[in-house]
């Protein structure tokens, strides 16, 4: 494992190449989604107006996970903190007439919120400088992000 992390060629070492493919790999069967009716596809407007903000959010992201990487533990906590006070998208009343909040299922403020709230948790885990609780605690957030966009990316939010 050595040689491999060094960057060492096997070949250098005596051992045999792997065989090239004589075929390309088969291709992964598409995910199947369930016909399911608490499934809402998204509006074209509503995953247009979502794709700036999740695109937001992957670079915060992004920088966050390089803080708790490196343990820049204040860096971690300031970007959290800014993540879990982001505004947000206000559920719609039963008379609303908004556009996008309208269009948008209940699942996806219920994720909206659930990010916030462990957001918030991940600041504070960053804040008592406890590099474990902070790595935990940004693993739980990724958790809601997979979530929302694995949702996002097959067009609909369960």
């Known amino acids: 494992m050595v040689v491999v992390a060094l960057g060492l060629p ?6 045999e190449p792997a065989p090239k493919p004589t075929s390309p790999p088969p291709k ?10 608490d499934v809402t596809p998204l509006s074209e407007l509503a995953r247009r107006l979502l794709r700036r903000r999740m695109e937001r959010h992957g670079r915060d992201l992004s920088t966050l996970g390089q803080a708790v990487v490196l ?12 993540v879990a006070k982001e505004p947000r998208i206000v559920r719609p009343t039963p008379d609303s007439t908004d556009e996008l ?5 209940e ?12 957001a918030r948790t991940l ?3 960053a804040g008592s400088k406890d590099p474990q609780a902070t790595a935990a605690a940004y693993g739980t957030l ?16 369960p």
């Open 28 to 37: 992964a069967a598409p995910v199947a989604e369930a016909a399911s009716s």
């Open 107 to 118: 699942r996806f403020f219920l994720l909206q919120d659930e990010l916030r709230d462990r």
């Open 101 to 105: 909040n309208t269009q948008l299922p």
């Open 123 to 125: 600041a504070q885990a």
């Open 10 to 15: 096997l070949a250098a070492l005596g051992a």
């Open 71 to 82: 343990l820049q533990l204040e860096v971690a906590q300031e970007l959290a903190q800014g």
């Open 142 to 157: 990724l958790q809601t992000c997979v979530s929302c966009h694995r949702a996002f990316l097959r067009g609909a939010l």
